[in-house]
């Protein structure tokens, strides 16, 4: 254990030359990437209650959502929580191999220009670590609040239906039915065409009158996002509209009617918003522009880099050679370091966090424009 008084003393492998990325390589994909396997090693590290699999069978899948971050096909798995893993046998040389393998592939390669994945390497200790690599990307992923242009999921079109009266639930099944209902039958066995046949003695649909179907009709035809604003009291940014696009028509027509239905959907917004002075923040800024450069202009890659190997080694960085080291050409002080730096970090090392959310939603975006 030492106290690292001078940049002179830092480890060879850390050079911040090899923290900075091309400019067509500063993407929301690649800066998750990175993020995601450091915050991994510090669960590993620091959080007691971090489970890890001391013994695990698995194989890679051909498909991940991160290049750096590779999917695995668990077939058997025993997991530990950190702090009792000194209690099984291997289990903490395990954990500790995994840190390693890490820390010196990251040391290699701080970008992650390459995957951190050998097919032909399933030593358990390498398993392990993308399994616990799998796991932090799956609690980004159950956060991950903006998805800037997807297909509505089946789900969401339910919780719609739910939000609706029981009387139009009722009607729109009765216009609906008939339509289907050959598809439906077509697809029962004969036990289910005999349960659905008795079911269907009981019409519900009948309790509707002509009188009322034509109220229900007119009440069909509205705006579902107006209905929907109108009904529940939430800031205008938690309403997600929905839109139907017809891809029959050509891009230019698509492209120019939906700057149209964009910009009436501002107004109305950014009027209620004025009206009930409500918080104006967006998630995404600048085209995301911000937070992307803000990851690299903090150097907190290569922050976080050091003070893994503090963690490792038990070693000490002095405050003053943090800043002289990450910012040579000065700007940034002890102080700024506490506003700006260790704030940023811990709000990329939170899945919850509006940055997070941005970069994922900048994620897809990149996707949806390759």
Same mark, same amino acid.
């Given at each position: 254990m030492a106290f690292i008084k001078s940049i002179s003393e830092l480890p060879m492998w850390f050079d911040l030359k090899?923290?900075?990325? $091309?400019?067509?390589?500063?993407? $929301? &994909?690649?800066?998750?990437?990175?993020?995601?396997?450091?915050? &991994?090693?510090?669960?590993?590290?620091?959080?007691?209650?971090?489970?890890?699999?001391?013994?695990?069978? $698995?194989?890679?899948? &051909?498909? /991940?959502?991160?290049?750096?971050?590779? %999917?695995?096909?668990?077939?058997? *798995?025993?997991?530990?929580?950190?702090?009792? +893993?000194?209690?099984?046998?291997?289990?903490?040389?395990?954990?500790? %191999?995994?840190?390693?393998?890490?820390? /010196?592939?990251? +040391?290699?390669?701080?970008?992650?220009?390459?995957?951190? *994945?050998?097919? $032909? *390497?399933?030593?358990?200790h390498i398993l392990a670590w993308h399994y616990c690599t799998q796991t932090v990307l799956d609690e980004y992923l159950q956060h991950a609040l903006i998805e800037p242009i997807k297909d509505a999921t089946i789900y969401e079109i339910g919780e719609k239906y739910a939000m609706l009266p029981n009387g139009i639930n009722l009607y729109l099944q009765s216009e609906f039915f008939d339509y289907y209902k050959d598809e439906l039958l077509d697809e029962l066995n004969d036990e289910e065409l005999e349960e659905y046949r008795q079911h269907e003695k009981i019409n519900p649909f009948e309790s509707i009158t002509n009188k009322d179907y034509e109220g229900l009709h007119q009440f069909c035809t509205q705006s579902f996002n107006e209905y929907?604003?109108?009904?529940?009291?939430? @800031?205008?940014?938690?309403?997600?509209?929905?839109?139907?696009?017809?891809?029959? +028509?050509?891009?230019?027509?698509?492209?120019?009617?939906?700057?149209?239905?964009?910009?009436a959907q501002r107004i109305k917004t950014n009027k209620?918003?004025?009206?009930?002075?409500?918080? /104006?923040?967006?998630?995404?800024?600048?085209?995301?522009?911000?937070?992307?450069?803000?990851? @690299?202009?903090?150097?907190?890659?290569?922050?976080?880099?050091?003070?893994?190997?503090?963690?490792?080694?038990?070693?000490?960085i002095k405050q003053s050679v943090y800043s002289h080291v990450l910012y040579p050409t000065g700007g940034y002080d002890g102080e700024k370091k506490k506003k700006t730096l260790k704030p940023l970090v811990m709000k990329l090392f939170n899945p919850k966090s509006k940055e997070i959310a941005e970069l994922f939603a900048l994620k897809n975006m990149e996707e949806f424009n390759i």
């Open positions: 090899n923290y900075q990325p $091309a400019k067509e390589e500063i993407t $929301a &994909t690649n800066v998750l990437s990175q993020i995601i396997v450091r915050k &991994t090693l510090f669960n590993l590290i620091t959080d007691e209650d971090f489970e890890y699999p001391y013994e695990i069978k $698995a194989s890679f899948k &051909t498909f /991940s959502l991160f290049e750096a971050i590779p %999917d695995l096909d668990v077939h058997n *798995v025993e997991i530990v929580m950190n702090q009792y +893993c000194g209690k099984i046998p291997t289990a903490l040389n395990k954990k500790n %191999d995994s840190v390693n393998y890490a820390f /010196s592939e990251l +040391c290699l390669d701080p970008l992650l220009k390459k995957p951190l *994945v050998d097919n $032909a *390497v399933l030593k358990q929907e604003s109108e009904i529940y009291n939430e @800031h205008p940014y938690s309403i997600k509209p929905l839109i139907s696009v017809d891809l029959s +028509c050509p891009d230019h027509l698509l492209k120019e009617q939906f700057e149209k239905w964009l910009t209620i918003i004025q009206e009930e002075n409500l918080d /104006s923040d967006f998630y995404i800024k600048n085209s995301g522009e911000s937070i992307l450069q803000k990851v @690299h202009l903090y150097q907190i890659l290569a922050y976080l880099d050091l003070k893994i190997w503090e963690h490792i080694t038990g070693n000490k």
